[in-house]
């Protein structure tokens, strides 16, 4: 069996007048959160062997405030995160099918409609995802990543 963790990034602050989107910083509360979900995961033994990331500044500041309290482990900056749907998401996971237990820190409605589609089999079939919501994913440890192929072992927000 592997995992695969999917983490929203925490509050962002608005973006400031012709401040680009992928520019936004996390908010106080945002950070709070993100030290929540560190803590969550910790308590739960979930810390990852490697971490898929977003460019986006606040999701490299929510994974930095997790990784405060679950530990360092390998990261990787993958640009194709932001703004990606369930396919582009699932295909990048699958490439890291060989890794125990991957995290990846991203945003909606690309983390929740991936959620749906690889636990339910409908991408339409999601219920929502909060800033710093956790959706973790029990699957058969060689399988490829495909429609209906995990179990939703656990779902945690703030």
Not at 55 to 82: F, H, M, W
Not at 127 to 138: N, T
Request: net charge negative.
């Amino acid at each position: 069996m592997r995992e695969l963790i999917l983490l929203r990034h925490a509050h962002a602050l608005p973006a400031d007048n012709g401040q680009a989107d992928i520019d936004r910083a996390l908010s106080q509360d945002g950070i709070a959160e993100a030290q929540a979900a560190g803590k969550w995961l910790v308590e739960h033994q979930l810390m990852p062997d490697l971490v898929l990331c977003s460019p986006s500044r606040r999701t490299r500041e929510t994974l930095a405030q997790v990784l405060d309290k679950t530990g360092y482990c390998e990261q990787r900056i993958e640009n194709e995160i932001y703004e990606a749907s369930p396919g582009t998401l699932m295909s990048l996971l699958d490439k890291h099918r060989d890794i125990g237990r991957v995290m990846l820190v991203g945003h909606n409605p690309g983390l929740e409609q991936t959620v749906a589609l690889i636990s339910s089999g409908q991408s339409g079939d999601y219920r929502g995802m909060p800033p710093s919501g956790i959706a973790v994913l029990h699957l058969p440890a060689d399988a490829e990543l495909e429609p209906g192929i995990a179990t939703l072992h656990n779902f945690w927000w703030p």
